[in-house]
T-cell receptor, first 113, second 115 residues
Framework: AQSVTQLGSHVSVSEGALVLLRCNYS??????LFWYVQYPNQGLQLLLK??????LVKGINGFEAEFKKSETSFHLTKPSAHMSDAAEYFC???????????FGTGTRLQVFP | ETGVTQSPTHLIKTRGQQVTLRCSSQ?????VSWYQQALGQGPQFIFQ???????GRGNFPPRFSGLQFPNYSSELNVNALELDDSALYLC??????????????FGEGSWLTVV
């Protein structure tokens, strides 16, 4: 079965610093990978998705992620953190072709002034 | 704004009661999935409906049931509520049909508290 592992339940950065949120996947076939953001008391918003078209995926709000097959990773990055980036971030993998998502446990990003 | 709407946004139920949550999918989407997100955890897949038929189920007991209507809106029903059912219930819509890598849009969720 497919799965994703998010390393680090909490990440803290200063405003303007690089954001790096880690996600590793376990899949025997090329996966479809997603990053979602969840602001307090809200639903999930899609940041970006990987569907094998390009290994470097650019998303909304300045985020991007790189698919590395050799490392089975799909880490999320942003060059310069903003206070508004503080939220919970979830990595997810699509199970086969059913649009069913398997989520990681999430990483809470804190941004300090 | 994802075009996926859920109701109610918040509700409180007593243990043993039944609850129905509703979801309107994004226009043109024929697939609706339901997820349970307990506090501090990632969403867990409950089940999915594609063109009014159940199309996959996660590790949830039969007291979690659902429906999808001809307009592709959906309901999640939970019977015999337990305290552990307290969670955010998320609805997601997509254009399924076996295609892969579809964009999956989530609603704002329904917060259920069981006391």
């Amino acid at each position: 079965a497919q799965s994703v592992t998010q390393l680090g339940s909490h990440v803290s950065v200063s405003e303007g610093a690089l954001v790096l949120l880690r996600c590793n996947y376990s899949s025997s076939v090329p996966p479809y990978l997603f990053w979602y953001v969840q602001y307090p008391n809200q639903g999930l918003q899609l940041l970006l998705k990987y569907t094998s078209a390009a290994t470097l995926v650019k998303g909304i709000n300045g985020f991007e992620a790189e698919f590395k097959k050799s490392e089975t990773s799909f880490h999320l990055t942003k060059p310069s953190a903003h206070m508004s980036d503080a939220a919970e971030y979830f990595c997810a993998v699509s199970d086969d072709n059913t649009d069913k998502l398997i989520f990681g446990t999430g990483t809470r990003l804190q941004v300090f002034p | 704004e994802t075009g996926v709407t859920q109701s109610p946004t918040h509700l409180i139920k007593t243990r043993g009661q039944q609850v129905t949550l509703r979801c309107s999918s994004q226009s043109g989407h024929n697939t609706v999935s339901w997820y349970q997100q307990a506090l501090g955890q990632g969403p867990q897949f409950i089940f999915q409906y594609y063109r009014e038929e159940e199309n996959g189920r996660g590790n949830f007991p039969p007291r979690f049931s659902g429906l999808q209507f001809p307009n592709y809106s959906s309901e999640l029903n939970v019977n015999a509520l337990e305290l552990d059912d307290s969670a955010l219930y998320l609805c997601a819509s997509s254009l399924g049909g076996g295609s892969t890598g579809n964009t999956i849009y989530f609603g704002e969720g329904s917060w259920l508290t069981v006391v």
